[in-house]
């Protein structure tokens, strides 16, 4: 996985993330909004899902199967914990 790669999208959802050159300094911030954002590989789905789960709004996430492909059950786990997850199998 290339470093870095799900930043802009956890940018998007308002994370205050900047790149440097061997790592990333992550700054809190009030709050994440939602916003439609595509995984490109198991640990940014993760990272994205469970970014969406704090963020105001709802948030898409696309091409789920990298998350489905690493985690057993993923969203039936998180609806379990009270996460409204409602999944499109025309996205995978």
């Known amino acids: 996985m290339s470093p870095g790669r799900a930043t802009p999208k956890l940018q998007r959802l308002g994370a205050d993330i900047r790149r440097q050159t061997t790592a990333s300094v992550v ?21 994205l899902v469970m970014a969406g789960l704090v963020a105001e709004g709802t948030t898409e ?12 059950a993923m969203a039936e786990r998180l609806e379990s914990l009270g996460a409204a997850v409602i999944q499109d199998e025309e996205d995978d």
């Open 27 to 47: 700054r809190g911030v009030g709050g994440l909004s939602g916003a439609p954002v595509t995984a490109s590989d198991l640990r940014a789905s993760a990272a």
């Open 61 to 72: 996430v696309h091409r789920m199967y990298h998350l489905d492909r690493g985690y057993e």
